[in-house]
């Protein structure tokens, strides 16, 4: 919902969106919403994949994967992300086993430093534009600041942190 936010804000991006679940694919490409965000509707502009590969090319990566399959859905995207690309982390919870947080997965899996965006925040609030804050954390100042710009919009408040 955040990225059908800042388009709506005519920023220039082209989006696409991977999911896990292979059978709703078409379903979102007809309706253009999301069946657990009843009345978002998805712009015109985003994709809906099932390939790894829709991140090739990306300069943006969020990483909103579940957290059990988030080990392999990295490695699934690795071998196609730009070397520059920023990946951002909206993944809850710690790996079972491990005891990592998700940001921490995805740089393990990846390679790549990673930008933590966190709330208090909920999809279906933002989606219906309740105003919203957010954080957007990382070591490498640059990074969380091309991130708050990236995702910055009238009902949503981004701010940094270098604490991941």
């Known amino acids: 919902m955040v990225v059908r936010r800042a388009m709506e804000e005519e920023r220039e991006m082209y989006d696409e969106v991977w999911l896990t679940e292979k059978e709703l694919i078409a379903q979102i490409e007809t309706t253009r919403e999301n069946p657990r965000l009843p009345g978002a509707k998805l712009p015109e502009a985003i994709h809906i994949s099932g390939e790894y590969s829709c ?6 990566v969020v990483v909103a ?4 399959p988030i080990r392999s859905v990295c490695r699934g995207i690795a071998p196609y992300l730009k070397d520059n690309a920023v990946l951002v982390c909206v993944a809850k919870g710690l790996e079972e086993g491990t005891q ?11 390679g790549k430093n990673v930008v933590v965006l966190t709330g208090p925040s909920h999809a ?41």
């Not at 219906?128 to 957007?136: Q, R």
């Not at 990382?138 to 701010?159: G, I, T």
């Open 124 to 164: 279906e609030e933002v989606a219906i534009d309740v105003p919203t804050g957010l954080l957007a954390a990382c070591k490498n100042q640059e990074m969380a600041e091309f991130v708050q710009d990236a995702f910055m919009a009238d009902c949503l408040r981004v701010y940094t942190s270098p604490d991941p």
């Open 100 to 110: 990592l947080r998700m940001s921490q997965v995805v740089s393990q899996e990846t």
């Open 55 to 60: 991140v090739s090319g990306c300069d943006l």
């Open 65 to 68: 994967s579940p957290s059990f």
